[in-house]
Each structure stands twice: as C-alpha cells, then as structure tokens.
Antibody
Framework: EVQLVESGGGLVQPGGSLRLSCAASGFTFSSYAMSWVRQAPGEGLEWVSTISGSGGGSYYVDSVKGRFTISRDNSKNTLFLQMNSLRAEDTAVYYC?????????????????WGKGTTVTVSS | QSVLTQPPSVSGAPGQRVTISCTGSSSNIGAGYDVHWYQQLPGTAPKLLIYGNSNRPSGVPDRFSGSKSGTSASLAISGLQAEDEANYYCQSYDSSLTGSRVFGGGTKLTVL
C-alpha cells in the first residue's frame, strides 16, 4: 500500500524554525517528484514546494523562497521541509504528496497520493 | 487571490447534477497544461478525483467527470449523493513562474 506519513509539526514562535519529515512507503520513492502543499485554517490549498526524484531540482512558491528548503533522502525514502524565519501566515496543515508528471498530449503535474498532514502553528 | 478561479460554493439536491468551473489564463490552462481535481471531505486530506482533465483514478465513481476547453475546465457531478458534500479544488501548472503548481480557491459543495 502506498503511504505517506508526515511528522515534525508543532508550535513555534515567529522567527523560529521547524523541520518537517514525510516517510514514504509502497512505491519506488526515488522515481517520483514530491511536493509539500499547505492549508491555512479555513482556507484553500496552497502549493509550497516540489523536488525532483533525484533531488537535483526544486521549486518554491514566492512567499517561502529563501526561507524554506525542500530536500529528500532517497536511501531512507524520506522527504523534508526545513522552515526558517517562520511567520504567523505560515500557520497551516502541511501535506506531503507524491507527484505524477509527464507529457502525453500536453504536460501534466498532479498529486496522486497525499499524507494526512502535520500542523504547524506560528505564534508567540 | 488564487491563480485559478472557482465559485466559492455550489449546491444541489440529491440525484441532481452540478458543475464546478475552474477559470485560468494563457499561462496555465490556456497554455495547454492539464487540469486535475481533488475532493476534500471535512477533516480529511485531499484525494485525487480527476487527473489529466477527464480521467478517473481507480475507485472514483463514474458520476464524476471532467472536461477542459480553452482557458477553463469543469467538474461535473451527477446523481448527487449526501457523501459528495465536500470541498473541491482544481489544480494545474503555471508557466509564468518556474515550477509553479497552482490550485483554485476551492468550491464548497452542499447537498441540500
């Protein structure tokens, strides 16, 4: 069974740091790009970051560039999100998601498996 | 503001058919990137509902269908059931910023 399990969330003060982890199982981890998507309380989904299967390419939403770093350890089937200089607006449930991407008639990038999420609260 | 625009809410009675629109622009849907849809039941993680504009993953009922035309896409749900009450999100890729996956703001479906 394909499974993603996030951990590492918690309460942190503004300006603080947190490192999220996502343990993957049931698929060949290194063959897939992985993403983090967040959802602020009562709000919609927001894509945060994606990393390629090899780890050689990474992408970020503008609001987290320079503060968050996505990485992966393919030997341990684990995805990470290092979050520094946290702000109140980073408060959200953070989901880890497996991405399917490619080209057929057109390019496609979608998330076919999601974890249950881990909650990050930034507050003093 | 979300890059993809969805109506905040739609509603329908059991058995009816509803549609949810997703409007983008020339840098995402209009550029040819596929549209995908997710269903988020209350208190749960999102679940892939439609991928590649109109394809259903295994296990998704054929009451759910998707289409795309120009700079817009639509999700149709026929034979509404109480358990369809959820938030629905469209998602695509935007070429204006490298690597940007983009979501719609979400649509709350209420089954009357």
């Amino acid at each position: 069974e394909v499974q993603l399990v996030e951990s590492g969330g918690g309460l942190v003060q503004p300006g603080g740091s947190l490192r999220l982890s996502c343990a993957a199982s049931g698929f060949t981890f290194s063959s897939y790009a992985m993403s983090w998507v967040r959802q602020a309380p009562g709000e919609g989904l927001e894509w945060v970051s994606t990393i390629s299967g090899s780890g050689g390419g990474s992408y970020y939403v503008d609001s987290v560039k320079g503060r968050f770093t996505i990485s992966r350890d393919n030997s341990k089937n684990t995805l990470f999100l290092q979050m520094n200089s946290l702000r109140a607006e980073d408060t959200a449930v953070y989901y880890c998601a497996k991405e399917v991407s490619g080209w057929q008639v057109s390019y496609y990038y979608y998330m076919d498996v999601w974890g249950k999420g881990t909650t990050v609260t930034v507050s003093s | 503001q979300s890059v993809l625009t969805q109506p905040p809410s739609v509603s329908g009675a059991p058995g009816q058919r509803v549609t949810i629109s997703c409007t983008g622009s020339s840098s995402n849907i209009g550029a040819g990137y596929d549209v995908h849809w997710y269903q988020q039941l209350p208190g749960t993680a999102p679940k892939l509902l439609i991928y590649g504009n109109s394809n259903r993953p295994s296990g998704v009922p054929d009451r759910f269908s998707g289409s795309k035309s120009g700079t817009s896409a639509s999700l149709a749900i026929s034979g509404l059931q109480a358990e369809d009450e959820a938030n629905y999100y469209c998602q695509s890729y935007d070429s204006s910023l490298t690597g940007s996956r983009v979501f719609g703001g979400g649509t709350k479906l209420t089954v009357l």
